[in-house]
């Protein structure tokens, strides 16, 4: 026997059992979890459960969380005397406790992998995570101290008998609301921490990627079921997020609520564990399964345009005038036109299926990709005709199993999984058509088709919408409010002035331009002040 046998009798000899503390000893045990590195597998973790059972014929412990190793930034063991770190304090000062807290919690640290602390990392954190959740309490502070000529809006939370009438996109944030806090509370419950700060990271970028970009009029009208809703779920969500960033939620919490704290607050139950009834907050974050899908269907959309545009390297702001999407549930999808048309930038928008593509100019084209190095062992020279026929199109798909069955001179040879990749696109009919526009599938099916060509009016635009964001950005600079209606003196070069002039009433009102000058120079240059 060696220091392992006291090592796994800590769960009673803590306690002096059984000479002292025999009740409080009885009621703790076995331990609710563990945690320790995945070296203790064979040995901490193995060794209490051999005298627990020895002795008392009961496992030492509920659940156990198993991390992996912290290495340094050099890829070594984390050591102190080696200093392969950042320094804590430093990081602490720099990006404050709940980038680092974060950063380990949702690494693959907690699933048994090893991480590499970097100070980059933890930077990311706060970029990906820390800051867009602030943002999102800036955003709705910003908006309601601004309301009511700046006397203020008093948001609250909504109440049940108002759901049902809110907007699509309010009822849609409720419900992704609500499915956060179940899978959260379920990946806490389970111990599976990383998983909890990834549903939490999903939830974020719903939030502020979609949602507040997407309402921002609503709230510049001071419509209060905006601000209702964005009050109900950021206090419920900073409840789920106490326990995974917990300065970060008790500053946005009590911001939000004038409460004490988030950390003596209850946890935001939707379901009540005794009755399985909704609770009253479930009772407003309420799930609406169709509208979920469907407004993922459209994010899909969005995504994929998005990265075509990037792709064929087009700004955001640039119009483009025709996006063609092809779907299997059309009417879900096309009650979001503007929506898409908004956040697109495109002018038109087509909706189609597959059986009715030929009928919208679009045909559907299937492309067969070996994998020679997968399919090269099992295939052997076969696998040089394989390639042949996926590029001559002399394949078929065999109708019961779904795999490509290609021709070759010795007969047809059926590929098996990972061996092949399939891809369906669509594209124009007309053959100058199909070369102005790029296409792109969907995760859960269906395509895009983004018609990328420009002309003087799309490219005048283009420009215009440019100028704007340089205005927005002279307005920042000159720390003017939201609501600052200004003088604007627009110096820009003779061959744009035009373009300037098409769209002056664009640039006067998304600007708050009440009075509105252009200059010829030889660069633009943005005067704003305070009307």
Avoid at 242 to 254: C, G, K, N
Avoid at 359 to 379: C, D, F, S, T, Y
Wanted: charged residues 25%; negative net charge.
């Amino acid at each position: 026997l060696d220091c392992w046998f006291e090592s796994g009798s800590m769960s009673f000899a803590q306690f002096h059992y059984p000479f002292e503390n025999k009740e409080k000893f009885e009621q703790h045990f076995p331990a609710d979890y563990i945690v320790e590195y995945i070296g203790q597998t064979r040995g901490w973790f193995y060794l209490l459960h051999v005298m627990a059972t020895a002795l008392f014929d009961r496992p030492a412990f509920k659940n156990v969380i198993c991390h992996g190793i912290v290495l340094g930034s050099d890829g070594q063991k984390m050591s102190k005397h080696l200093r392969n770190y950042p320094d804590v304090n430093g990081v602490f000062d720099k990006y404050g406790s709940d980038a680092m807290r974060w950063f380990l919690m949702s690494s693959p640290i907690l699933r048994g992998g090893n991480l590499i602390v970097t100070a980059e990392g933890i930077r990311d954190t706060v970029r990906q995570v820390m800051l867009p959740v602030w943002s999102s309490y800036y955003f709705f502070t910003l908006y309601a101290n601004a309301a009511n000529g700046g006397a203020g809006f008093d948001a609250r939370q909504l109440r049940t008998d108002e759901v049902a009438g809110l907007p699509q996109m309010d009822r849609y944030l409720l419900a992704r609301t609500r499915r956060l806090v179940l899978a959260a509370e379920k990946s806490l419950n389970e111990f599976a921490i990383s998983d909890a700060c990834d549903a939490v990271s999903d939830f974020i970028d719903v939030l502020t990627n979609w949602y507040i970009r997407n309402t921002r009029d609503r709230f510049w009208n001071e419509d209060a079921s905006a601000f209702n809703t964005l009050y109900t779920v950021l206090e419920a969500f900073m409840r789920v997020l106490a326990p995974l960033a917990p300065m970060e939620a008790e500053s946005v919490w009590r911001g939000l609520t004038g409460g004490e704290s988030v950390h003596l607050a209850d946890w935001p139950f939707v379901v009540d564990e005794k009755t399985g009834e909704d609770t009253e907050l479930g009772r407003v974050l309420v799930d609406d399964p169709a509208l979920v899908d469907a407004m993922e269907k459209v994010r899909e959309v969005v995504s994929g345009t998005l990265s075509l545009r990037k792709a064929a390297k087009i700004r955001v702001r640039q119009p483009l005038s025709k996006l063609t999407v092809v779907v299997e549930n059309v009417d879900a999808v096309k009650s979001y036109d503007e929506l898409l048309k908004s956040e697109l930038n495109i002018k038109n928008i087509e909706f189609s299926t597959l059986e009715d593509a030929a009928a919208h100019g679009l045909k559907i084209v299937h492309e067969l990709r070996v994998n020679a190095r997968v399919a090269g062992p099992r295939l052997g020279k076969q696998v040089q005709f394989a390639i042949k026929a996926s590029k001559s199109g002399d394949w078929h798909v065999d109708a019961a199993s779904g795999a490509p069955v290609v021709s070759t001179p010795s007969g047809d040879l059926a590929l098996v999984e990972g061996e092949y990749e399939l891809i369906n696109r669509v594209e124009e009919e007309n053959a100058t058509e199909a070369a102005a526009s790029v296409s792109a599938s969907l995760p859960t099916g269906g395509f895009v088709i983004l018609d990328t060509a420009l002309d003087a009016d799309l490219l005048a635009e283009g420009y215009a919408r440019d100028v704007i964001r340089s205005v927005q950005d002279a307005r920042k600079a000159a720390d003017l409010d939201i609501a600052d209606r200004i003088s604007l003196v627009l110096t820009v070069p003779a061959d744009d002035v035009a373009k300037v002039e098409q769209f002056r009433d664009l640039i006067a009102h998304e600007t708050l331009a009440t009075s509105f000058e252009v200059k010829e120079g030889a660069e633009l240059i943005v005067e704003v002040v305070k009307a």
